[in-house]
Every structure is written in structure tokens, then in C-alpha cells.
């Protein structure tokens, strides 16, 4: 198993669930989708500046600025600390904030009006200390089929899993709490998924590993 | 759900996997990227037959807007077929509908239907017969329905359905297929439960298993009354047991459920049926007099036997036995449940107006009167005639109206305590056929509670006249409030779709 550092940007495939971009690093930026050169950590193929907001999560919340054209729940603003259910248009981008997991300061971001990322994700995570995976409405993605949801969390610049029962990461079996190499498949009885780390001048997600 | 090949693996040269999307009869299909980054999702095609993958090869170069684009069949080294398709990022129908157990919004339900129609016909048009029709192979992409799966469901039949892994199909599979006998026909047939399943949120056949399911599709007529009326004729046709008398092509179809809006666009305006739950028994014209009428004069039948109990249990509980009294507080309470009734079916499925509290107002205002005259007062009669005041007798307004003394203000407060008794709460709530409980005491103490503040408020204002108003008023509406949820028709809300079929849906992606 490999012990290098998780990347600033992740994407998180789910089988039978979804694709979810992991961002891990704040402050963390917004803008345009541009090819190979994107210098944001969230690239939108959507009629915006190119680095058009910045996310930055605070001791209890998560603060968005811009110096550009943006409305937090359809009032035009600069500044704003972000609620559950708070909805952003940067440009021509609608999208919708959300911190489903009571107690986790990790938000979600889901782009609303048809706008999408260069990658074929459900939406944005982003992770403060950990991430919920489970059934039900209080987790940060849906992950069908399993009983105890699992949990990703961040050790020093690492990533770990816990989850009460044997799986295998690439292969290896373990269980209960194990840490996970920057790339990597993770599978059990109940579910699968893997972590693929994006690095910048790759928004496109590279054809071959 | 078990994927064999997992992220990374390259089975098809030239594409890398990334995750599972679903496994289902035919095989699993995954998310990939092609080497130059085109997003697609490749079905793995286990175990076909060379006429199966004829019948995709076939479908290859069909285009439609609304068909999921095929975009090759390629072979792996280890001589598996792949079929490379387009990639749609939205849901498929069958995770949408469980998110309206009544039914999608009407237009919505129309306008996707008509999309999904339409790629069928495009279909037949071309020789190729879907065979698996259903919202599981239905994908929503940008507010456009993309039909997928067609040219693979040769398969589909009888004799190759286990009793769980296909269950989510035999919800839609015509009666003549237990036959083996496949022509358009089973199409339009599907089309005619999913338009079902759309408009109420239900599938028309519903079993445990798969047998039960497939017996009432021989056997059981579909519940029609949930279905907006304009749609019933149609729905009742594609559904029809016998291929023969169904529409003859997609676009017969197509066309009928196009002529539903028609008066619309015309300006006849029905606002009741947008994006409102479907009502048990529409307010149309297509809807038999009697089958509107029926459950009305049923529950206005009902109403003064269920008053009979309310009016006793008030007689044991105060001790008090009146005859006089007991008598017209069960005519006031008979006189207002009729009111409750009658306005709530008039208006059933309508949206908020004022017209429903109007005319509970004037009922109660009707009721109001009635008590007043059945309370032992004369009603104050019209005096035009220039003579002397008889004994006893007061005049009001110049003398054109005369009555016993404190009978006008008596009358008016009367009518007044019905009509805002009646005015105020949402009394329909307790009489729709759809209501969440059939009975619940709520609406008891909500009515009462408004009763009783019109009676300290009647009383008050009588007291400068010395008179009382009696106090069996609230009952009368207290009582009508049990007796409107008693004899008023109901239909329990349909229960949650059980997680096993959404699921199914869910992993039928392909």
C-alpha cells in the first residue's frame, strides 16, 4: 500500500451510486472550466470569470466570496457565510449549499440548472473532517446497500475509512479502520468504490492510470 | 451490487472504467472514458445469441432525440460484446416516480410521456419493437425523456423471467406475452401502464409475486377512477386485454393524448388539474353522472344515521334528556354535515378559492336560519301594511319588518354563529375523499374551539338584550365534525413505494 499524501482534489466513484469531486483543502475556488490550464479547484462549463468565487471554511461555517457577479439566495453579494439550503448563482451557474450531516462541517455542492463539471460527477464534496457514506438523507453521498454507513476521515494529509466489518483495498483485506492510499479501490459485501486523485492540468479525467 | 470489473480496468481497449452503473438482465453496465475523454457508458452483453446481437446492430445507426444514442458494438480480447453507448448523467424515471406517490405533476407527466411516445413510434416506425418498455429504462436528461435498452429485449418473455430479478418488468408486459406473441401492440401496452403509473403514482396491477401480478394482467380491469378523467378513455384502451382492440400504432396514441389539452389551448381554462393531486372521481364531463354523484348521495344518506349516535352520546354524557332539544341539535347537525359535504364534493381537487368558503358561509347562514325557527322563534315577517302594532310585537326599520321582540337580533346572530362556524375552519379537509385519516379528533377540537369563541362572543352581545343563545349550538358543530369524517368516502393515501422496487429500478439500469 502506498503512503503518499491524499491529493487536493479527489474523485470519489461509486458504483451504483454516483461520482462525487472531494475537495479537501480549503479556501477553495470556483470558476471556469478551461481545459487543461484550469487553475481552480471547482471548474464549471458554465458562463463564468475564471476564478469566480472562493469557498473558505471557518471554525463553524463556510464563507463564500467573490468579487464577481453572485447572489446567495437570489440577493447579489460579495460575502457570505453559507447555510444549509443556500442557493448560489455564480454566472450563469445555479448552485445549492448544503450540510446534511448534523454535527460534520463537510458541505455538499450540487449544481442545479443543467451546468455540469468537466468530470461526470453528482456534485462537490467538501470535506472538513470527514464524510459520511450511507442510505438515507443524513450522508454526504448515498451509498446503496450498506447497513452502517461508512465513514472517510482525515488523518494528518491522509485519508481513512472506518467501517464496522471486512473489506479490501485494492485488494488487501482489512477491517474496521484502515488508511487509504491516494488512489485506490476500496470493496466489500455491501458496497464498492474507489478514489481517484485529480491533479491540476487534469480536469479532464485522464483516460489511462 | 456486484461489479466484476472495477475502476481503472481497461476490458474494451481504448476506454477505462471508472464505476458501476447498474446490473440488470442483460448484463452490467459501467461509466467509462475513452481515451480522449468522450464520457460513455458500455454495456457488457452476456450470453446473446447471434439474432440478439443482429437486433442490436440493428438499432445501431437509429437517431432520435428521444433514444439513448448506441455508438458501437465492439468485441474484447476475450471475445465479450460491449456495447458503447451514450452516457446520460440524469436519473431514470423510476427513481423520479417514487418521488411523487401521487403522480407526477400533469403536464410534466404529458409532456414526458409524449417525448417517450414518440422515440417508440420512432422505433416502430423502423421495424424495432421496444419489448421492455418501462421507467426503469427511461432516462431524464435536462427535462427530456431519452429511451434506452431497445434492440436488446429479445429475451424478454415469460420463460425467462426468474421470480425476482425481472419483477420490475412484468408490471408492464401485455397479457398476450404469456402467449409469446410480441407485435407493437405489447408496446402500447406498456405505454399505457407507464402513462398510468405516471399520472397516479401507482402501477395498475400491483402483487406480491410475480404469478399474481401476471394473472391480473389477464385478468383484472385497472382502477381507472384515480386517473384525471381526459385520460381514462385512453388509458382504458391501451389497455385493453385484447391487442386488437387497443390503438392501432403509437401515433393513434400519440394523437389522443395530444387531443387532451386541446380545449385548453382553445382557452378553456382547467387550472384544477395542473400539478395537483389527482381527485378520486375528476369533475368532468367524461365521468358518468352517476359514478360523480353516487358517493355523495351515499355519505348525504349516511350523515343523519352517524348524527343519531353524536346527538345520544351528548344526551348520556350531560344527563339531560330533552326531546325537544336532542331533536334539533340532530337537525342542525344533519343540516350542517349536508353543507360540509355537498361544498367539499363541488369543489373536490379544486384549488384554494374563496368560492367553497362562500358557499359554506351560505349554508351555514341557511343552517343558521333553521335553527332560529326549529329554536321555537317566529321568523319576523314582512309589515307593509299601515296599521297598529298587534300586542307584543316590535317593528324594525320603520316598521316594514315586525316580530316578536329580540327575534331580528336572534335571526341574525343565528345565522351569523353557522355562517362563520362553517366560513372559518377548512371543513373540507375532513370530507375529501383523499384526506391523510379517515378519522382523526382534531378537526373536533378545532371546530369546537371556534364554536365556543362565537358563542362568548354571540352571548356577549346578546347579554344587553337578555337573551341566551343556547349552548347545543357547539355542539351541533362539534358533532357535524364527527359525523362529516364518518360518512364521507375515502380513499387511503397509496402507501410508500417499498425500497425494493426502487431499487430494482435502480440497478435495471441497462
Known amino acids: 500500500m502506498n503512503d503518499e499524501a491524499a491529493a487536493r482534489r479527489n474523485i470519489l466513484w461509486i458504483d451504483g451510486a454516483g461520482a462525487w469531486l472531494v475537495c479537501l483543502h480549503s479556501p477553495i475556488t470556483i470558476g471556469q472550466a478551461s481545459g487543461e490550464s484550469s487553475p481552480v479547484d471547482i471548474p464549471l462549463l458554465a458562463d463564468v470569470s475564471r476564478i469566480h468565487a472562493t469557498l473558505t471554511r471557518e471554525d463553524e461555517s463556510w464563507l463564500v466570496e467573490s468579487t464577481r457577479d453572485m447572489t446567495v439566495n437570489d440577493r447579489p453579494t460579495g460575502r457570505s457565510v453559507l447555510k444549509t439550503g443556500d442557493r448560489l448563482r455564480l454566472g450563469t451557474c445555479d448552485l445549492k449549499f448544503s450540510l446534511p450531516v448534523p454535527g460534520s462541517l463537510s458541505g455538499v455542492l450540487k449544481i442545479e440548472n443543467g451546468r455540469r463539471l468537466p468530470m461526470a460527477v453528482q456534485g462537490v464534496l467538501l470535506m472538513a473532517d470527514m464524510l459520511v457514506l450511507g442510505t438515507g438523507d443524513k450522508v454526504h453521498a448515498p451509498l446503496p446497500g450498506v447497513a452502517q454507513p461508512v465513514y472517510l476521515f482525515r488523518q494528518k494529509d491522509r485519508l481513512g475509512i472506518r467501517w464496522p466489518g471486512p473489506f479490501t483495498i485494492d485488494g488487501e483485506p482489512v477491517r474496521d479502520r484502515a488508511m487509504l492510499p491516494a488512489e485506490g479501490c476500496v470493496a466489500s459485501a455491501e458496497f464498492s468504490f474507489a478514489i481517484e486523485a485529480l491533479h491540476r492540468n487534469a480536469d479532464s479525467t485522464p483516460g489511462r492510470r | ?510
Open chain 2, 1 to 510: 451490487m456486484k461489479f466484476t470489473y472495477k475502476w481503472g480496468d481497461r476490458p474494451l481497449d481504448g476506454y477505462t472504467l471508472k464505476r458501476g452503473l447498474g446490473t440488470g438482465g442483460f448484463g452490467e453496465v459501467y461509466f467509462a472514458l475513452s481515451d480522449g475523454g468522450k464520457e460513455v457508458a458500455l454495456k457488457l452483453i452476456r450470453g446473446s445469441s447471434e439474432i440478439e446481437l443482429r437486433g442490436i446492430a440493428n438499432c445501431l445507426n437509429l437517431k432520435h432525440p428521444g433514444l439513448v444514442h448506441l455508438y458501437d458494438l465492439r468485441t474484447d480480447s476475450h471475445g465479450q460484446r460491449w456495447l458503447v453507448m451514450e452516457y446520460i448523467q440524469g436519473e431514470p424515471l423510476s427513481t423520479i416516480l417514487p418521488r411523487h406517490p401521487r403522480g407526477l405533476p400533469i403536464d410534466q407527466a404529458r409532456r414526458w410521456f409524449l417525448q417517450a411516445a414518440r422515440a417508440v413510434a420512432y422505433l416502430h416506425d423502423h421495424g424495432v419493437i421496444h419489448r421492455d418498455i418501462k421507467p426503469a429504462n427511461m432516462f431524464v436528461d435536462n427535462e427530456r425523456i431519452k429511451l434506452g435498452d431497445y434492440g436488446l429485449s429479445k429475451a424478454v418473455g415469460p420463460s425467462s423471467h426468474g421470480q425476482s430479478s425481472n419483477v420490475g418488468t412484468i408490471h408492464y408486459m401485455a397479457p398476450e406475452v404469456a402467449g409469446g406473441a410480441y407485435s407493437k401492440q405489447i408496446d402500447i401496452y406498456a405505454c399505457g401502464v407507464m402513462l398510468y403509473e405516471m399520472l397516479t403514482g401507482e402501477l395498475p396491477f400491483q402483487g406480491e409475486t410475480w404469478a399474481e401480478v401476471a394473472l391480473k394482467h389477464q385478468t383484472d380491469k385497472p382502477n381507472l377512477r384515480k386517473v384525471p378523467g381526459d385520460y381514462a378513455a385512453i388509458i382504458e384502451r391501451a389497455l385493453n386485454k385484447h391487442a386488437d382492440r387497443r390503438f392501432a400504432d403509437m401515433p393513434a396514441m400519440i394523437a389522443a393524448v395530444e387531443e387532451v389539452d386541446r380545449p385548453r389551448e382553445r382557452g378553456v381554462p382547467k387550472p384544477e388539474r395542473i400539478g395537483r393531486p389527482v381527485p378520486d372521481v375528476a369533475p368532468s364531463a367524461d365521468v358518468p353522472v352517476v359514478r360523480k354523484w353516487s358517493p355523495l348521495a351515499g355519505s348525504l344518506l349516511a350523515a343523519p344515521l352517524m348524527a343519531v349516535p353524536a346527538t345520544a352520546v351528548w344526551a348520556v354524557m350531560t344527563g339531560v334528556v330533552l326531546w325537544g332539544q336532542l331533536g334539533v341539535l340532530l337537525l342542525l347537525m344533519i343540516g350542517t354535515s349536508w353543507s360540509v359535504l355537498i361544498a367539499t364534493r363541488l369543489y373536490e381537487g379544486a384549488p384554494a378559492s374563496q368560492g367553497r368558503r362562500l358557499l359554506l358561509a351560505g349554508c351555514g347562514a341557511l343552517v343558521g336560519a333553521a335553527g332560529f325557527w326549529l329554536g321555537g322563534w317566529s321568523m319576523p315577517e314582512l309589515w307593509l301594511k299601515d296599521e297598529p302594532l298587534p300586542e307584543g310585537l316590535v317593528s324594525w326599520w320603520g316598521g316594514t319588518l315586525r316580530g316578536e321582540a329580540g327575534s331580528l337580533d336572534m335571526l341574525i346572530g343565528y345565522m351569523a354563529f353557522f355562517a362563520l362556524a362553517l366560513w372559518v375552519p377548512r371543513w373540507w379537509l375532513s370530507a375529501e375523499t383523499r384526506r391523510r385519516e379517515r378519522f382523526t379528533l382534531y378537526p373536533l377540537f378545532a371546530t369546537g374551539i371556534w364554536a365556543l369563541i362565537l358563542m362568548g362572543i354571540w352571548k356577549n352581545m346578546m347579554a344587553a338584550h337578555h337573551l341566551t343563545p343556547p349552548n347545543y349550538l357547539v355542539l351541533a358543530v362539534v358533532g357535524s365534525a364527527a359525523v362529516v369524517q364518518l360518512v364521507a368516502p375515502y380513499i387511503p393515501p397509496p402507501p410508500v413505494r417499498p425500497r425494493a422496487r426502487f431499487r430494482l429500478g435502480e440497478r435495471r439500469w441497462i
